[in-house]
């Protein structure tokens, strides 16, 4: 059973160019939540998507925008890229419905460089 | 504003020097609390859930446990392998199911 995979692993990309993350949840999640990972930190909540829809965000400008696809799949795009932006960038799928007590589990990360 | 702490923010243990870390939290209403391990440049890695205060769980040398304010995560006997960063995180009321991380305590187990 494949667990969450993203890609791609590693990025660099230059102030004010355009970036997108993928993210395939675990078999049968259907909801991914974005989490952004400074070093040294936590990671921090941008934002969750379920049925296609943004459902919870976080703390983040609107440079932050994603996606989900009928299988469940997401992006997340990052528009104007400053040099904060340069992060691990985590993907997080968790059981279906609207349980509110359910263990997310997370990807690998992207690593995304901001030169 | 719900925030979570964690100490110490980094320890360093000889093997078999058994210790614990500290999590602690101030949310308006708990759903949850989670601990992950995560090792350099990689994704966290789930290892529990607590619930409720007075809840315990255990996985191999790992204990954790529950108050209405804190979670301690016990090691016993550690290993090298062991050494990674440990991740609390707490799933608050009004957030959903979205999580609330503390910032880690890095744990080197030498040996």
């Known amino acids: 059973d494949a667990g969450v995979t993203q890609s791609p692993t590693h990025l660099i990309k230059t102030r004010g160019q355009q970036v997108t993350l993928r993210c395939s949840p675990k078999?049968?999640?259907?909801?991914v939540s974005w989490y952004q990972q400074a070093l040294g930190q936590g990671p921090q909540f941008i934002f969750q998507y379920y049925e296609e829809e943004e459902r919870q965000r976080g703390n983040f400008p609107d440079r932050f925008s994603g996606h989900q696809f009928p299988n469940y799949s997401s992006e997340l795009n990052v528009n104007a890229l400053l040099l904060g932006d340069s992060a691990l960038y985590l993907c997080?799928?968790?059981?279906?419905?609207?349980?509110?007590?359910?263990?997310?589990?997370f990807g690998p990360g992207t690593r995304l460089l901001v030169l | 504003e719900d925030q979570v702490t964690q100490s110490p923010e980094a320890l360093r243990l000889q093997e078999g020097e058994s210790s614990s870390l500290n999590c602690s939290y101030t949310v308006s209403g708990l759903r949850g609390l989670f601990w992950y391990r995560q090792d350099p440049g990689k994704g966290p890695e789930f290892l529990f859930t607590l619930y409720s205060a007075g809840e315990e769980k255990e996985k191999e040398r790992l204990k954790a446990t529950l108050t209405k304010k804190e979670s301690f995560l016990h090691i016993t006997a550690p290993k090298p392998e062991d050494s990674a960063t440990y991740l609390c995180?707490?799933?608050?009321?009004?957030?959903?199911?979205?999580?609330?991380f503390g910032p880690g305590t890095r744990l080197s187990v030498l040996p």
């Open positions: 995180a707490v799933q608050v009321t009004y957030y959903g199911q979205n999580f609330v």
């Open positions: 997080a799928s968790s059981l279906p419905g609207l349980s509110d007590r359910e263990t997310q589990y």
């Open positions: 078999s049968g999640h259907d909801t």
